[in-house]
């Protein structure tokens, strides 16, 4: 009896020292994404006025005819509000493009969008995040969370 008994403890023991590695180690670690947080989407205004207003529009409005390609065959940049397409993405994706830019999710796509890998920090990248989504009704954000949520 004592055999299974250390058997069985040494299993738990092997599955959460397991579990710890991953969780601290193999994980990847993405910031939260918060739009109910004040500090995160104060942080976030303040890069989305420096980094992106001025494609994206001040009141996240996007550029005019954002669904109609340009002469040069890109798309101009669409509103990050409820009239857009961005809460369509889950945050991972939305971290990814913003990081990598949109090749990274849809190799060969040729965009005006720079990566932003180099000049912001995740947790910067998440907090402009956390401001967009801030204006999104709330139908809207729990719509785009589930999104979030499915592709975790």
């Not at 040494?10 to 710890?20: C, D, I, K, M, T």
């Not at 109609?68 to 509103?79: C, M």
């Not at 060969?108 to 995040?129: K, N, R």
């Amino acid at each position: 009896m004592r055999v299974y008994a250390w058997l069985a403890a040494s299993a738990a023991l092997l599955a959460a020292g397991f579990a710890l590695f991953w969780f601290w180690f193999a994980s990847p670690s993405q910031p939260g994404i918060n739009p109910n947080d004040a500090a995160q989407v104060a942080l976030g205004q303040g890069i989305y006025s420096e980094h992106c207003a001025r494609c994206h529009g001040v009141n996240l409005e996007g550029q005019p005819n954002w669904m109609e390609r340009k002469s040069d065959g890109r798309l101009p940049a669409p509103p990050h509000d409820a009239t857009g397409h961005t809460w369509h993405h889950p945050d991972q994706q939305l971290m990814l493009i913003t990081k990598k830019g949109l090749s990274a999710v849809v190799p060969g796509y040729q965009s005006d969008m720079p990566a932003f890998e180099s000049v912001l920090t995740d947790e910067q990248i998440a907090a402009v995040l956390a401001f967009i989504e801030s204006h999104w009704p709330e139908d809207i954000q729990e719509r785009q969370k589930a999104m979030t949520r499915a592709a975790s």
